[in-house]
Every structure is written in C-alpha cells, then in structure tokens.
C-alpha cells in the first residue's frame, strides 16, 4: 500500500499536477487535504517507512518493534478520522493489526494477576 503511494508521488513530480491530476482518483471532505495531495503522499510514505521498521522490529521480536507498531497503530486510528473515506480501510487494518498485537502479547493474562 505504502509503495503504491510512492510510485503515485514519483509519477506527480515527473509529470506535474497538470498531466497527473491525483485530486480526481482521491477525494477527502476536509478541502485543507484535497488542496495538498502532494504534501499528503509524502506524509504517507513516511507513515510506510516507519511501519515497514516496525514491522521488521515485531519480525525480530524485539520490544521497540512491538512500541512502535502500537504507536503508529493509534496514531492511524486517530487520523483516520480526517481522512474520510479512504481512512476507513486504514482505520479498519490499523485497529485489527492493534488487536492482533496486544492479544498476541498478553495472551491469557488477567487483569488482577501479577
């Protein structure tokens, strides 16, 4: 997903706004985002590095992989709100990703067990 967008940047700069308008193929309601499209792929393709490092972290099972991948899972779920309607996907497979993260990490444990 994340290198679709960088390709979709790639082709932006090569062509220009003119000839490779991505403001028709992607619309969002707030008119800030709509107006700066550019500006938001390279936002995303930052986004995509920093999941990619901490996917390979969780990969690795390192502790800073797993903190990572928390953080940007909740600051996707937050995000998502202003970036309708594409941000439901992103919501949707931030929050399973999240889930899938916290139960794989504490299991069966119960709340008053230490």
């Known amino acids: 997903m994340e290198v679709g ?8 700069v090569f ?3 003119d000839i490779f308008d991505i403001g028709k193929y992607f619309s969002f309601k707030l008119p800030y985002f709509q107006d700066n499209l550019n500006m938001m792929i390279v936002t995303g393709a930052i ?3 920093v999941r990619t490092v901490g996917a390979i972290g969780l990969l690795k099972n390192k502790m800073w992989g797993f903190m990572l991948s928390v953080i940007n899972c ?9 970036l309708l309607p594409t941000g439901i996907m992103d919501g949707v497979f931030a929050s399973s990703a999240l889930i899938l993260m916290l139960t794989q990490y504490y299991g069966n444990k119960e709340i008053g067990s230490n």
């Open 5 to 12: 967008g960088a390709f979709c940047f790639v082709l932006a």
């Open 15 to 17: 062509f220009g706004n």
């Open 47 to 49: 986004y995509g590095v």
């Open 74 to 82: 909740i600051i996707t779920m937050i995000l998502m709100l202003f």
